[in-house]
């Protein structure tokens, strides 16, 4: 069985940065592709990064509202992925989660993957 487990989220002031990290089990980081999406109230869960391996070499995936802001990187011997998160804003704020799916494309769609962590809230303050 597939799990989850983020961590890391928490408040920080405006311009911080925090440091997500999601572990898995029953699964290696390899074995397809791992994505963070995120959710503010009132409003669909969006993709925020993504990262496969070719060859063992990472391949990532921001989005564009992030991008230069957000560092994603995995450790296999820990099966565990690190979303860094610098120049946080306001508007980032939302609940986290990542994901994992064993497609290799369509990594920035929610619906390419099978299984959910339970998420981690970050707020940032103004």
């Known amino acids: 069985q597939v799990q989850l487990v983020e961590s890391g989220g928490g408040l920080v002031q405006a311009g911080g940065s925090l440091r997500l990290s999601c572990t898995s089990s029953?699964?290696?980081?390899?074995?397809?592709?791992m994505g963070w999406f995120r959710q503010a109230p009132g409003k669909e869960r969006g993709f925020v990064a993504a990262i496969k391996w070719r060859r063992e070499v990472p391949i990532t995936y921001y989005a564009d509202s992030m991008k230069g802001r957000l560092t994603l990187s995995g450790d296999n011997g820990k099966n565990t992925v690190y979303l860094q998160m610098n120049s946080l804003k306001p508007e980032d704020t939302a609940v986290y989660y990542c994901?994992?799916?064993?497609?290799?494309?369509?990594?920035?769609?929610?619906?390419?993957?099978?299984?959910w962590g339970q998420g981690t809230q970050v707020t940032v303050s103004s």
């Open positions: 994901a994992a799916t064993n497609a290799l494309l369509s990594l920035t769609l929610r619906s390419t993957y099978n299984y």
């Open positions: 029953g699964r290696s980081l390899t074995s397809g592709g």
